[in-house]
């Protein structure tokens, strides 16, 4: 079974720059996570969804930060303008209904 | 006060000993408590998961949880270089939406 694929992998921009990161979960999950996980610390929810729909976007920067599912299958996390405090990894996760969540190795996010 | 603190390390052990890690968190919802390893440069995977109180063994690893006290543990006995990596404690609760809160993780070194 495939796991979580996200791509780039690495990215370097200037701030005030805009990015783009793309995920595609384990087939047939319904449930897709964006977490954002700055260096020495733990992942940090972003948005999560539910096929197709937003179910908790609670924690998304929204005047900056936008995220789309738009077939209920990848995902398209997007920042527009980049800050230096966006400097992170960003993962996605993907689960069926249960709590475990599967993660993807990340996109690691270097704003200059 | 973070919902959930972790001690970061790092934490250095000779090969062959017994780790112990651990958790504490303020929020009594939390029901359901995961231990990820994550390795440097790569996605959290899961090790252990556990609902309640109680203790999970699987192979060389032990989870407990204390919820009278708000307490979690991953033991790891007879510990391998390969076991080096940072690990980070999760929970979550019904009705959360399976979002999970994560610990800042405890970077480990097994050395031999």
């Known amino acids: 079974e495939a796991g979580v694929a996200q791509s780039p992998r690495y990215k370097i921009i200037e701030k005030r720059q805009s990015v783009a990161f793309w995920c595609n979960p384990i087939?047939?999950?319904?449930?897709l996570y964006w977490y954002q996980q700055i260096l020495g610390q733990g992942p940090k929810l972003l948005i999560q969804f539910q096929n197709n729909g937003v179910v908790d976007d609670s924690q998304l920067p929204k005047d900056r930060f936008s995220a789309e599912r738009l077939k209920g299958v990848d995902s398209t996390l997007k920042i527009q303008p980049a800050k230096l405090e966006d400097s992170a990894v960003y993962l996605c996760?993907?689960?069926?209904?249960?709590?475990?969540?599967?993660f993807g190795p990340g996109t690691r996010l270097l704003v200059l | 006060q973070k919902e959930v603190e972790q001690d970061p390390g790092p934490l250095s052990v000779p090969e062959g000993a017994i780790v112990s890690l651990n958790c504490t968190y303020s929020n009594s919802a939390f029901q359901y408590f995961m231990w990820y390893r994550q390795y440097s440069r790569k996605g959290p995977e899961l090790l252990m998961y556990t609902y309640s109180s109680g203790n999970k063994e699987d192979g060389r690893f032990t989870a407990q949880v204390d919820k009278s006290s708000k307490y979690i543990s991953l033991f790891i006995r007879d510990s391998q270089p390969s076991d080096s990596a940072t690990y980070l404690c999760?929970?979550?609760?019904?009705?959360?939406?399976?979002?999970?809160?994560f610990g800042t993780g405890t970077q480990l070194k097994v050395e031999l």
């Open positions: 087939s047939g999950h319904a449930t």
């Open positions: 999760a929970m979550s609760f019904t009705g959360g939406g399976n979002k999970l809160t």
């Open positions: 996760a993907s689960s069926l209904l249960s709590q475990t969540q599967y």
